[in-house]
């Protein structure tokens, strides 16, 4: 059993959770995921580790109420354990592979768009721990959902909050600050690392590569089982297939065909569509998540 240590609510259905953890806490890094089951029954949710304490044993996660499982995890309190905590899954950001001397030299820009903000603030806090800070953009569509913003402050060099209604920071999109910093304020970006609901990805993809900028992003959000099994995480990046879950969750974004993601992540949340990517993707097709048949 992996015993909750803190949890509290960041806004409305975003909650954050300390679990005790140690083996997944020492060797876990910025970028992975862990899967969490609240009991044997219990629907495997895989989620994006927003931060580690590798002497206390702890791993932070943050997650939305969506659906029914996330729903009973927001019930959850200190005290109570989740049946299972499987990780560190994934491959870490392609960042902490390389040189940090060489990343000193690098201006790198992350853009967060709503609870992509957790995953983007491990890699912020690797990066000033390492002596290369760099700026941060997060977005939410109110100030109300706003997530992290004290600990993002404390380890960006510059960050800025945008919301969608102008309620808080500066108002409209992600992209907006985006263009603002590059082509108004004359900022230059080796690197953008974009996190958030794929359609936010799909849009910062578009305006960076009309800016010349390289940009990673995370898949994490069409994720469903997490071992590859599925399916659901299934997309196209340049003339590759690849599964978030087992490939990523990271990717050019550049490469990234986020009109088949999308479309895909539709078609998934119903039986007949699942069944009709069955028929689609014949014997390429993963079938087990038990729904559509596939691996009978």
């Given at each position: 059993?992996?015993?909750?240590?803190?949890?509290?609510?960041?806004?409305?259905?975003?909650?954050?959770?300390?679990?005790?953890?140690?083996?997944?806490?020492?060797?876990?890094?910025?970028?992975?995921?862990?899967?969490?089951?609240?009991?044997?029954?219990?629907?495997?949710?895989?989620?994006?580790?927003?931060?580690?304490?590798?002497?206390?044993?702890?791993?932070?996660?943050?997650?939305?109420?969506?659906?029914?499982?996330?729903?009973?995890?927001?019930?959850?309190?200190e005290g109570d354990a989740f049946e299972d905590?499987?990780?560190?899954?994934?491959?870490?950001?392609?960042?902490?592979?390389?040189?940090?001397?060489?990343?000193?030299?690098?201006?790198?820009?992350?853009?967060?768009?709503?609870?992509?903000?957790?995953?983007?603030?491990?890699?912020?806090?690797?990066?000033?721990?390492?002596?290369?800070?760099?700026?941060?953009?997060?977005?939410?569509?109110?100030?109300?959902?706003?997530?992290?913003?004290?600990?993002?402050?404390?380890?960006?060099?510059?960050?800025?909050?945008?919301?969608?209604?102008?309620?808080?920071?500066?108002?409209?999109?992600?992209?907006?600050?985006?263009?603002?910093?590059?082509?108004?304020?004359?900022?230059?970006?080796?690197?953008?690392?974009?996190?958030?609901?794929?359609?936010?990805?799909?849009?910062?993809?578009?305006?960076?590569?009309?800016?010349?900028?390289?940009?990673?992003?995370?898949?994490?959000?069409?994720?469903?089982?997490?071992?590859?099994?599925?399916?659901?995480?299934?997309?196209?990046?340049?003339?590759?297939?690849?599964?978030?879950?087992?490939?990523?969750?990271?990717?050019?974004?550049?490469?990234?065909?986020?009109?088949?993601?999308?479309?895909?992540?539709?078609?998934?949340?119903?039986?007949?569509?699942?069944?009709?990517?069955?028929?689609?993707?014949?014997?390429?097709?993963?079938?087990?998540?038990?729904?559509?048949?596939?691996?009978?």
């Amino acid at each position: 059993m992996y015993r909750i240590v803190k949890a509290k609510q960041l806004a409305e259905k975003i909650w954050l959770m300390d679990v005790e953890a140690p083996r997944t806490a020492r060797s876990c890094e910025p970028g992975q995921f862990v899967i969490v089951k609240i009991d044997e029954k219990g629907e495997r949710i895989p989620l994006t580790i927003c931060d580690y304490d590798r002497e206390a044993g702890l791993v932070t996660i943050v997650f939305q109420e969506v659906g029914a499982s996330t729903h009973r995890m927001a019930q959850m309190r200190e005290g109570d354990a989740f049946e299972d905590f499987v990780g560190p899954l994934g491959r870490p950001s392609e960042l902490i592979g390389e040189d940090p001397e060489a990343l000193k030299q690098q201006k790198i820009l992350f853009v967060a768009g709503g609870v992509g903000t957790a995953p983007v603030y491990p890699q912020v806090k690797w990066m000033k721990a390492h002596g290369a800070e760099a700026d941060v953009i997060v977005g939410a569509k109110t100030k109300d959902l706003l997530i992290l913003e004290e600990e993002m402050r404390r380890e960006a060099g510059n960050l800025y909050i945008t919301t969608d209604d102008g309620s808080y920071g500066r108002g409209g999109m992600v992209t907006d600050a985006i263009r603002d910093l590059v082509e108004n304020q004359g900022k230059h970006y080796d690197r953008c690392v974009a996190i958030g609901p794929v359609i936010m990805m799909k849009f910062v993809c578009l305006l960076t590569k009309e800016l010349g900028i390289p940009t990673i992003v995370s898949m994490n959000p069409i994720m469903v089982d997490g071992t590859g099994m599925c399916g659901a995480c299934r997309l196209t990046v340049g003339d590759e297939v690849k599964f978030a879950c087992v490939d990523g969750p990271e990717f050019d974004g550049h490469l990234v065909n986020f009109d088949e993601a999308m479309k895909r992540q539709q078609m998934y949340r119903t039986q007949e569509g699942r069944a009709m990517l069955k028929l689609m993707e014949g014997e390429t097709h993963h079938g087990g998540c038990g729904y559509c048949g596939g691996d009978k």
